[in-house]
């Protein structure tokens, strides 16, 4: 119902930079919340970043000052812009939309989740 795609993933050395985006489509009514997750190899997924509907924002403390998340509510899309990249930043980064969806006249909430874009730091 909902199909969330990410992109913009790639190699970079440390101090470079990358945008990711997410893509949202389907049949959407509005979306909560665009949250941007990472998975490196043997580690658990954690969270990044998330924005709100209302554009509130929050990151994990290893990114602070260097990501920065935003969203297009008209093209239901979010992004991450990646500065000063690290090694430790290496992982496969995952995009979750927290929707509400229109369903048989009705709206109800769902969560989709993208494949991953991976994203590789290293000299």
């Known amino acids: 119902q909902v199909q969330v795609v990410e992109s913009g993933g790639g190699s970079e050395q440390p101090g470079g930079s990358l945008r990711l985006s997410c893509a949202a489509s389907?049949?959407?009514?509005?979306?909560?919340?665009f949250g941007w997750y990472r998975q490196a190899p043997r580690k658990e997924r954690e969270l990044v970043a998330t924005?709100?509907?209302?554009?509130?924002?929050t990151y994990t403390d290893s990114v602070k000052g260097r990501f920065t998340i935003s969203r297009d509510i008209d093209k239901n899309t979010a992004y991450l812009q990646m500065n000063n990249l690290k090694p430790e930043d290496t992982a496969v980064y995952y995009c979750?939309?927290?929707?509400?969806?229109?369903?048989?006249?009705?709206?109800?909430?769902?969560?989709?989740w993208g494949h991953g874009t991976q994203v590789t730091v290293s000299s």
């Open positions: 979750n939309a927290d929707v509400w969806i229109i369903e048989n006249r009705d709206v109800r909430r769902i969560e989709s």
């Open positions: 389907g049949n959407i009514y509005t979306i909560e919340t």
């Open positions: 924005m709100t509907r209302s554009l509130r924002t």
